[in-house]
């Protein structure tokens, strides 16, 4: 009689540097603006965070993309209306994972400064 076994490997990655998608830093002021940032490739799946200047940004939407590779790329979105004020500000996407939680290791993070839109400027 034979007994077969089957070993299941779990490859544990961390995520992807997250990237802001379709952003420039440049934002009409009193306008809403939605934000997108991504991250590719991590297991477990990694989670985002959002910061404007430190400071939590509160609500935001977050969906997983699970992979065929068993990994899975995240995406999160959120939606402001600035004010000229946020001109010079920092926009900060976070990503982590308990990869990078077990290893001591800081969030990955993508910075962007934001920049009024000029208007109504004559010469």
Aim: proline content about 7%; some cysteine; aromatic content about 10%.
């Amino acid at each position: 009689m034979f007994h077969v076994f089957t070993a299941v490997k779990f490859i544990s990655v961390i995520p992807g540097k997250p990237m802001f998608i379709d952003f420039d830093g440049s934002f009409d002021a009193g306008s809403p603006k939605t934000f997108v940032c991504v991250s590719n490739g991590s297991r477990p799946t990694a989670t985002i965070s959002w910061s404007l200047d430190g400071q939590p940004m509160g609500e935001f939407d977050f969906v997983v993309i699970p992979q065929l590779n068993g990994t899975s790329n995240v995406r999160s979105t959120v939606r402001r209306t600035l004010s000229r004020d946020f001109d010079g500000s920092t926009l900060t996407c976070a990503v982590t994972n308990k990869v990078l939680e077990a290893r001591g290791l800081p969030p990955l993070m993508s910075h962007i400064t934001l920049r009024a839109s000029c208007e109504n400027i004559y010469l």
